[in-house]
């Protein structure tokens, strides 16, 4: 079994509901739920919205190897109405966004995917919600806790919804 850590947002439709629903399919899907974060309203990120986003993290103990964590994560977005992923740094409005952040201690750099994810450790809505989950857990390259690059980006885990 592996840890695998996972970002989710939405910012389109019954928010809540939409990121408990992705919780549910994950926990089916890929790997039994073993923690989940408070859930937190942030605005958008990379691009303007009037549609504020409500983030969240999660822990699921996988069997599954990363790529089809992956594939199947993807798959769970688009039978929720994902209907394309951003890319090149262009963001839009989403049901719902399922991030892999951190698969054990694992790096993986390959085209279909990075990790741990490039910009976590530049996004308060991707912290806050896993320190609080894991505050503890080392990123794999940085050699800090979450505890220690939330506090750098100067959050508090504890601002949630």
């Known amino acids: 079994m592996e840890k695998l850590y996972i970002g989710l947002g ?15 399919h994950i ?3 890929v790997g039994r739920v073993s923690a989940l974060s408070s859930f937190y309203e942030t605005e958008a990120w990379g691009f303007v ?5 409500l983030n969240a993290a999660l ?4 069997e599954l190897d990363v ?3 992956l594939d199947i994560t993807q798959a769970i977005e688009r039978e929720m109405g994902r209907v394309s ?3 090149g740094g262009v963001y839009s409005d989403r049901p719902i966004d399922i991030d892999l952040l951190l698969y054990g201690s694992m790096t993986v750099n390959v085209p279909r995917l990075t990790l741990p994810h490039p910009l976590m450790h530049r996004r308060l809505f991707v ?3 896993l ?3 894991a505050p503890q857990l080392l990123h794999p390259v940085l050699r800090k806790t979450m505890s220690e690059l939330l506090a750098e980006l100067g959050g508090s885990p504890h601002t949630s919804l």
């Open 59 to 62: 822990c699921a103990e996988t």
């Open 49 to 53: 919205s009037d549609n504020r986003f």
């Open 27 to 29: 926990d089916d899907r």
């Open 10 to 24: 939405s910012n389109l439709g019954d928010r809540q509901a939409l990121l408990l629903e992705a919780v549910k």
């Open 131 to 133: 320190a609080e989950i």
């Open 67 to 69: 790529l089809s964590a």
């Open 127 to 129: 912290l806050q919600p």
């Open 85 to 87: 992923k951003s890319a």
